[in-house]
C-alpha cells in the first residue's frame, strides 16, 4: 500500500517481485473545504477510544500544551475508553477545554477549521487519517507508529513524527505544527495526491496487466 511498507515486508519475501498499489483513502470527487483556522488553535484527534489509539497520550499531551498557551482539543470517535478518558481530562483539569462529540459525519469541515492533526497510535498498517488531513492542508504531528508516516510527513511543513512517545515532546512538535502557515501552497495535499481512488485504481490496473503479461493465461 506504500514504499515504505514494501521495504519493510521485502524481508518476508525473498526473491519477490512487490509492486506497490497505493491505498485509495481519498474519493474521487475529494476537494477539501476552505480552510478557516480557528483561534484558539483546534487541534484534532481521531480514532476509536481503544488502547491501540491510544487516546490517553493525546489528552497527556494537550494537557502539557495547555498549560502553555490557549488551545482546544476534539477526539472524533468511540469505543469502550471513552470514560476512561473523560475522567482522565477532569485529573489533568482540561475538561473544559476538550471535546468528545463521538462519531461525526462532517469531519471535512472540522479538518477545515483545524490547525493541527495529532495521532498518538501505539501500532498502525496503514492510517488512512493523515492522509485526510494532509489533503487538507493540516498539518500531522503522529507517534512513530507506522512506517507510512515518514513518507507522509517528509518535511517539517508536513508536521512532525515523534519517535519518543513522550507527552512533552509531542506538545513540543504540537506547537511547532501549530506555528506552521495555514496554507501550504499546495506541498501537504501533494503528498497525499497518490492515495486518491483514481491513482489507485489505474496502479491496481497496471499491475494486474504486468501479471498477465509475465504469466499469460492458458485456455484449454
Known amino acids: 500500500m506504500s514504499p515504505e511498507l ?5 524481508a518476508w519475501l525473498p526473491a519477490r517481485p512487490i509492486r506497490v498499489a497505493p491505498e485509495p483513502n481519498l474519493p474521487r470527487d475529494h476537494h477539501p473545504l476552505p480552510r478557516a483556522v480557528a483561534e484558539p488553535p483546534h487541534i484534532l484527534a481521531i480514532g476509536r477510544l481503544e488502547p491501540q ?20 482539543l476534539t477526539i472524533l470517535g468511540d469505543g469502550p475508553d471513552r470514560a476512561r478518558l473523560e475522567a482522565l481530562s477532569r485529573r489533568l483539569g482540561i475538561a473544559q477545554d476538550v471535546a468528545m462529540p463521538g462519531f461525526v459525519g ?3 469541515q472540522r479538518l477545515s477549521h483545524a490547525a493541527c492533526l495529532l495521532m498518538t497510535s501505539r501500532y498502525e498498517g496503514f492510517p488512512a487519517v493523515p492522509v485526510e488531513a494532509l489533503a487538507a492542508d493540516v498539518p500531522v504531528v503522529a507517534t512513530d507508529c507506522s ?3 515518514r513518507g507522509l ?12 512517545r513522550h507527552p512533552a515532546l509531542l506538545a513540543a512538535a504540537l506547537g511547532r505544527a501549530i506555528a506552521l502557515p495555514p496554507i501550504s501552497d499546495g506541498v501537504r495535499p501533494a503528498n497525499a495526491t497518490p492515495y486518491s481512488s483514481p491513482t489507485a485504481a489505474r496502479r491496481y490496473l497496471d499491475i494486474f496487466d504486468e501479471a498477465i503479461t509475465l504469466h499469460p493465461l492458458r485456455c484449454k
Open 53 to 72: 489509539k491510544d487516546m490517553a497520550l493525546a489528552l497527556r499531551t494537550f494537557a502539557v500544551l495547555r498549560a502553555q498557551r490557549p488551545a482546544r
Open 153 to 164: 510527513i517528509a518535511t517539517p511543513l508536513h508536521g512532525e513524527v515523534v519517535a519518543d
Open 106 to 108: 462532517d469531519v471535512a
Open 6 to 10: 514494501a521495504a519493510r515486508d521485502a
Open 147 to 149: 512506517p507510512v508516516l
